[in-house]
């Protein structure tokens, strides 16, 4: 059974930093898939933050986050990190893990099959 933990979030002013992780287990996929950073502030759809390939670590980033976030695994691809510095209000959001197959487009949220809980994120001005 796959399971997708997340930790990490909490409250900060603005220009802050966080680091959300993602503790993966009993995945099923090959050693080559996606895994991804999605967010849902209330009233919004859901949008894709940060995906990473985990066979080579190719990245990718919302516009929105460019510069300010960092994704990364570690070597033995269990853990999911999302290294968030100079916050916003605007990211103020639930943020959940997600992981999908190597076929998905990898900032596309209801392309992606296994989903944690989440971790609210609050950003104060």
């Known amino acids: 059974q796959v399971q997708l933990v997340e930790s990490g979030g909490g409250s900060v002013q603005a220009g802050g930093s966080l680091r959300l992780s993602c503790a993966a287990s009993?995945?099923?996929?090959?050693?080559?898939?996606?895994m991804g950073w999605f967010r849902q502030a209330p009233g919004k759809e859901r949008e894709g933050v940060a995906a990473?390939?985990?066979?080579?670590?190719?990245?990718y980033y919302a516009d929105s986050v460019k510069g300010r976030f960092t994704i990364s695994q570690d070597n033995a691809k269990t853990t999911l990190y999302l290294q968030m510095n100079s916050l916003k209000p605007d990211d103020t959001a639930m943020y959940y893990c997600?992981?999908?197959?190597?076929?998905?487009?990898?900032?596309?949220?209801?392309?992606?099959?296994?989903w944690g809980q989440g971790t609210q994120v609050t950003v104060s001005s």
């Open positions: 997600a992981a999908g197959g190597a076929w998905v487009r990898p900032l596309i949220w209801n392309e992606y099959t296994y």
């Open positions: 009993g995945y099923k996929y090959s050693s080559s898939y996606y």
């Open positions: 990473i390939y985990t066979s080579g670590g190719h990245t």
